[in-house]
């Protein structure tokens, strides 16, 4: 598993942020329709195995598969490319209005995928059943249990969402330190699971879970759901992945062309000693 040293992975960070911008519309959407919809599939397997064994760890330690394979099949995903789009920006390789173009485009092509999905897995379910009523109480913790908070809720779910995009777009870099499949896939496996086991926020799932329960009965409006979640949540993703793994990185591991040393003026006599 040849590792990548932090440097050489600054480099194909830009590299990529790069490339994903100059992708076409059409790609952006069918993109980021398949990570929105694999990142469903991941999510129910997590919860089935949350639901199964009682032990919320187990639903963390199977969650990345879906990251992995959206990684692996060079998707889109929005909250990952809140880290790599900057930097090609600061490298002046494209401008504001396409990155603002990108996050946009992917942002609705997640949401449709995870929306189909939804629509989709919810149909298979029976009201009553166990994940139905787990999908439910998901979505009304993730909107009207931040809204009986008032500020201090919005305060909590930016955070988490803060803390949650931190660890997502340390998976896609830590993908970047190994040229092996297997190292990337362990490489991505660390971050993603540490976001998951903790029940921080993250704006795709989101765009699965809220909808899924509320197709299945949950006392959520469009309204709670935008206001108390989507929104905070994209905005701290947002910040997160730009500022403290994009840009911190950026800071300290981005190589600069070394300056030429001034001459430096030799006293007369001095070569002697004197």
Not at 68 to 87: C, D, Q
Not at 103 to 130: M, Q, R
Request: hydrophobic letters at 55%; aromatic letters at 10%.
């Amino acid at each position: 598993m040849p590792y990548v040293k932090p440097e050489a992975v600054l480099d194909q960070m830009v590299t990529l942020g790069s490339a994903k911008g100059q992708l076409p519309v059409k790609d952006l959407l069918v993109r980021g329709i398949l990570a929105g919809s694999l990142l469903g599939f991941a999510t129910t397997l997590a919860f089935t195995g949350t639901l199964q064994t009682k032990v919320g760890l187990v639903g963390a330690l199977i969650f990345p598969v879906g990251f992995v394979m959206i990684v692996l099949l060079g998707l889109e995903l929005v909250t990952g490319n809140f880290a790599l789009l900057p930097l090609a920006a600061c490298e002046r390789r494209l401008g504001a209005g396409t990155l603002v173009a990108n996050w946009s485009w992917v942002f609705v092509g997640n949401l449709i995928g995870s929306g189909f999905y939804a629509l989709l897995f919810t149909l298979t379910l029976a009201p009553d059943s166990e994940m139905a009523k787990w999908l439910v109480t998901v979505a009304e913790a993730k909107t009207l249990a931040y809204a009986k908070l008032g500020a201090a809720g919005m305060l909590i779910v930016v955070s988490k969402a803060m803390l949650c995009n931190w660890m997502v777009t340390l998976g896609v870099v830590m993908a970047l330190t190994s040229q092996s499949t297997a190292g990337k896939i362990a490489a991505m496996w660390l971050p993603i699971l540490t976001f998951f086991a903790q029940g921080f926020e993250h704006s795709v799932v989101n765009m699965f879970a809220i909808p899924a329960g509320m197709l299945l009965g949950a006392r959520v409006s469009v309204a709670d759901w935008w206001i108390w979640n989507q929104l905070p949540v994209t905005l701290g993703n947002l910040v997160a992945g730009m500022v403290l793994t994009g840009f911190a990185l950026y800071a300290t591991h981005r190589k600069r062309p070394v300056r030429a040393a001034a001459p430096v003026v030799v006293p007369l006599g001095a070569e002697a000693g004197g």
